[in-house]
């Protein structure tokens, strides 16, 4: 089952997204270290979503969904306009960044470390940003809570 959140693109948001992301991995009983790491590549995902695409508007939204395949657990992220090539994009190295002592540049970096799974897949209007992390093992009672709306 996919538990979803519909929010506007505004930064204050992000908590709000955290936040339901840290509470449906929580009620899949996924571990602390693959949790907070979760939590912490889609709130990059979305960071990148409002300000880059969306300008932090606060008129436009995202929608975030959760749920669990096998043994990967997947976010995706629906926003609309034209994706960042997220999947084939390649970060640049650490070591860069702080020698160049570049403003951003990190969050892109983290979500490939962190995600096992990156995809774009483009709808008509839409696009969603596919992230996985396969769990070391099936999770007891794992189930998620949310609304039913689709993506």
């Known amino acids: 089952m996919k538990s979803y959140l519909k929010v506007r693109c505004n930064k204050e948001q992000l908590a709000t997204i955290r936040s339901f992301v840290h509470d449906q991995l929580q009620a899949m009983q996924v571990p602390a270290p693959d949790s907070d790491q979760i939590v912490l590549a889609v709130d990059e995902a979305c960071a990148n979503c409002m300000i880059h695409q969306h300008q932090c508007d606060g008129y436009s939204t995202i929608e975030v969904a959760i749920y669990k395949e096998g043994d990967t657990l997947y976010t ?3 926003d609309t306009g034209s994706p960042f090539s997220l999947d084939t994009y390649q970060p640049r190295q650490l070591s860069d960044i702080v020698r160049s002592r570049s403003k951003g540049g990190l969050g ?13 897949e483009e709808g008509i209007g839409f696009y969603i ?8 093992g099936p999770a007891p009672g794992a189930s998620g809570r949310g609304t039913s709306s689709p993506l």
């Open 76 to 78: 995706e992220i629906k």
């Open 108 to 120: 892109i970096a983290l979500i490939h470390k962190i995600m096992d799974v990156i995809k774009v």
């Open 129 to 136: 940003y596919k992230l996985g992390k396969k769990l070391d």
